[in-house]
T-cell receptor, first 116, second 113 residues
Framework: DQQVKQNSPSLSVQEGRISILNCDYT??????FLWYKKYPAEGPTFLIS?????DKNEDGRFTVFLNKSAKHLSLHIVPSQPGDSAVYFC???????????????FGKGTKLSVKP | DSGVTQTPKHLITATGQRVTLRCSPR?????VYWYQQSLDQGLQFLIQ???????AKGNILERFSAQQFPDLHSELNLSSLELGDSALYFC????????????FGEGSWLTVV
């Protein structure tokens, strides 16, 4: 049973427009959520995170929104750039329940293509 | 460059064999994590070590084992290999057990034929 789901395997957007990547989770014990970006032949790199006590976290062009009642989070990239083309993974953990931040449950990823 | 080093980068071996994947964490990081990425399963957490002790266990098969040595490097041992074990194995590290960010290595590609 997948606890973290990214239902869109791929997304294509035009340069300069907004990219919205979605993620749903099923376990209400998750209290910390992260987004990782992965380029081919490289390991995932941390992008942005959000704690369950917040509903929004912003870092430059990247904003993560959390809707706990819907068990849904999204990553907004504005404006999108060709260099943002990568696979984006959503991940969740249960820090308050003794879980390690590294004991992450990942979604299967969404491949973002930003076209010039 | 994340600072996490994994060797080998690529490995091809036959079914039934045993392999060892090696990971050197970032300088000063005490926690090491192992993840498996296969085509249809995404990234799966396998196991975590903190300062030499097993800290958390995920979906790690009994045929697999890991350890973290006093110099903090870690090894993932995969035995009685099956075709389905073909995957990309990532190591990651963080400074503490509940560090805010974990850093991934570039992965070790294992192909079982």
């Amino acid at each position: 049973d997948q606890q973290v789901k990214q239902n869109s395997p791929s997304l294509s957007v035009q340069e300069g427009r907004i990219s919205i990547l979605n993620c749903d989770y099923t376990n209400s014990m998750f209290d910390y959520f992260l987004w990782y970006k992965k380029y081919p032949a490289e390991g995932p790199t941390f992008l942005i995170s959000i704690s369950s006590i917040k509903d929004k976290n912003e870092d430059g062009r990247f904003t993560v929104f959390l809707n706990k009642s819907a068990k849904h989070l999204s990553l907004h990239i504005v404006p999108s750039q060709p260099g943002d083309s990568a696979v984006y993974f959503c991940a969740a953990s249960k820090r308050a329940y003794g879980g390690s931040q590294g004991n992450l449950i990942f979604g299967k990823g969404t491949k973002l293509s930003v076209k010039p | 460059d994340s600072g996490v080093t994994q060797t080998p980068k690529h490995l091809i071996t036959a079914t039934g064999q045993r392999v060892t994947l090696r990971c050197s964490p970032r300088s000063g990081d005490l926690s090491v994590y192992w993840y498996q990425q296969s085509l249809d399963q995404g990234l799966q957490f396998l196991i975590q070590y903190y300062n030499g002790e097993e800290r958390a266990k995920g979906n790690i098969l009994e045929r697999f084992s890991a350890q973290q040595f006093p110099d903090l490097h870690s090894e993932l041992n995969l035995s009685s290999l099956e075709l389905g074990d073909s995957a990309l194995y990532f190591c990651a590290s963080s400074a503490q057990v509940t560090g805010n960010t974990i850093y991934f290595g570039e992965g070790s590609w294992l192909t079982v034929v």
